[in-house]
């Protein structure tokens, strides 16, 4: 029922006769938060793709593209268990992607300098990169994002825009472990009593988004999570933003997102709250 393809070749010519292509990338290590995007893609589309490739244009040098959690067969036997027609892309090798060189391509829009693209600089290049390649291989009609990398998903909304591409790209809620924490495959790196604290980080975007909406003046809530990150200088970053370009707000307005991101040891969790 699944096939797993390894040829960027052979997946176009497999796809090729599809009305209509749901498409999924992932680096692997899938947990529901995934599976959910996959659920999504299989109601809406003629045929699902989920791709599953570890991007090293995406690491910087002193980050964990090395360690990165590869389990392929553990995957695959989480994709069976749907008990859909599902195509599994692999690529075998680098090549597959960047078959000539790895180029990169930037999508020119500040989004890509603040908040996660400034605590990790270069990181949106290389999503952009092979989200770029991933869909000239995949050419899908729809594709899914989860909304645990927020920016991301914007940023990759600007890339189809800007490339003027035929495709949707839809955006799909956090899947959380029950304390709340957002799902995440880098999540096994903590340790027994790290994961115990890591809920704080979502209660603390809750416990922010109640005092807001109970809070009619915005200049006190701002001055509150003034004070909140000077008590936690934990939090790389913790902002209130508008949804669509993720600019800082210092008035009342509507669509605001929660977005933070937290330095638990060594692991950055990241994580946000629509309001
Ligand atoms: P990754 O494998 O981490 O590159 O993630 C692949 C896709 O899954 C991205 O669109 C992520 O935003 C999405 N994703 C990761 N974690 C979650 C989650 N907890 N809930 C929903 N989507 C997620």
Do not use: W
């Not at 393809?5 to 599809?18: A, G, Q, R, V, W």
């Not at 090293?56 to 553990?74: G, H, M, S, V, W």
């Not at 936690?232 to 210092?250: A, G, I, R, T, W």
């Amino acid at each position: 029922m699944n096939k797993v393809i390894t040829s960027s070749l052979e997946l176009k010519h497999f796809l090729k006769d599809y009305q209509s292509i749901g498409y999924v990338p992932t680096m692997g290590n899938l947990h529901d938060g995934h599976l959910s995007l996959l659920k999504k893609s299989l109601a809406e589309n003629e045929i699902s793709v989920i791709s599953i490739y570890v991007n090293p244009t995406q690491f910087a040098a002193n980050e964990d593209f090395d360690t990165y959690p590869r389990t392929l067969k553990e995957d695959i036997s989480k994709i069976a268990a749907l008990s859909k027609e599902i195509i599994i892309f692999a690529p075998k090798n680098d090549k597959e992607i960047y078959p000539q060189n790895k180029s990169i391509f930037k999508v020119d829009h500040p989004m890509t300098k603040i908040l996660e693209g400034k605590l990790r600089p270069g990181h949106f290049d290389g999503v952009t990169t092979v989200v770029k390649r991933l869909f000239e291989i995949v050419t899908p009609t729809r594709a899914y994002f989860g909304k645990k990398d927020y920016q991301q998903y914007l940023i990759i909304k600007e890339m189809v825009k800007i490339l003027n591409l035929d495709i949707e790209v839809i955006g799909l809620p956090i899947i959380r472990e029950e304390d709340g924490l957002a799902m995440s495959s880098r999540n096994n790196y903590m340790s027994a009593e790290q994961r115990k604290a890591a809920s704080f980080v979502s209660k603390t975007l809750i416990s922010l988004k109640d005092q807001l909406e109970k809070n009619s003046h915005i200049e006190d809530f701002l001055k509150h999570l003034d004070d909140f990150k000077k008590n936690h200088p934990e939090f790389n970053y913790l902002e209130l933003c508008d949804k669509k370009q993720l600019l800082p707000v210092n008035k009342p307005c509507k669509d605001l997102i929660l977005l933070a991101n937290y330095q638990m040891g060594d692991i950055k969790l990241l994580d946000n709250l629509e309001i």
